[in-house]
């Protein structure tokens, strides 16, 4: 008697949904700057997540899965990224901020992260067909002696860190917490592509050019809630 041909089980976890995460981040900086960023083929197992030095930022998302995001920029890797966004926007190198402590940095860096988790969160829509919500971006501006550790509440977490290099050879980490979980393809399905990557970019040109700056008041404000609510 002829066995039956069973076709093995395709099964997400947790590194597959590392390795989405972190294409998205190449593919969105490698569409709005020209740094060319990579990540390396080496993943490490950590056991907390942090905010480091010199500018740190996350994301929190919820639904069928829970998890955090985060992207830890040294003061070179994150001018680097906001000057190269800027002229690839048309801004005159003139007007550009010189330091990372600008508000301006901050602010074009948490876009860049909300595209970033956005364009993931899309794909796992399509790809794994389940639905997921993120926070909006929280940026610190961070010195050298503050260590923050972001707690998430997650029932089996694990957690990875991945080193990304821009075409300068300066460095950035993403971190990822995330309840342990997998998922399982019970039958094929098509994934429609909705997107098109030229989108990403265009849309973050045309939303710089119709955001007003806020006032500096308001931005001191909120930079001191934001640290309040994490108990610094």
């Known amino acids: 008697m002829a066995k039956q041909f069973q076709e093995p089980t395709v099964v997400y976890g947790t590194e597959d ?21 990579h990540y390396s083929g080496m993943v490490q197992r950590i056991t907390k ?39 690839t926007m048309g801004m005159p190198e ?4 010189h330091s990372h402590t600008s508000d301006e940095v901050s602010n074009i860096m948490g876009e860049l ?18 639905h997921i919500t993120q926070s909006q971006p929280k940026m610190l501006v961070l010195n050298k002696q503050v260590m923050l550790s972001v707690d998430t509440h997650l ?42 990557p030229d989108e990403v970019i265009e849309q973050a040109h045309a939303q710089q050019a119709s955001t007003e700056p806020a006032a500096p008041d308001s931005t001191s404000s909120e930079h ?9």
């Open 155 to 196: 029932d089996n977490p694990e957690t990875r860190r991945v080193t990304f290099y821009t075409r300068s050879n300066n460095i950035f980490y993403l971190e990822l917490a995330i309840d342990r979980s997998e998922f399982i393809k019970l039958h094929d399905f098509e994934i429609n592509e909705v997107v098109n």
């Open 94 to 97: 003139s007007e550009l901020a």
């Open 113 to 130: 992260m909300n595209q970033i988790v956005g364009d993931f969160t899309s794909k796992v829509r399509r790809e794994l067909q389940t």
């Open 17 to 37: 949904l590392l390795t989405s995460l972190c294409n998205s981040v190449t593919r969105v900086l490698n569409l709005a700057t020209p740094c060319q960023v």
């Open 224 to 232: 001191d809630d934001l640290l309040k609510s994490l108990g610094m």
């Open 49 to 87: 997540t942090c905010l480091k030095p010199d500018i740190g930022c996350f994301v929190l998302f919820d639904g069928g899965f829970s998890g955090l995001v985060v992207l830890n920029f040294s003061a070179q890797t994150a001018m680097e990224l906001y000057q190269s966004y800027m002229l």
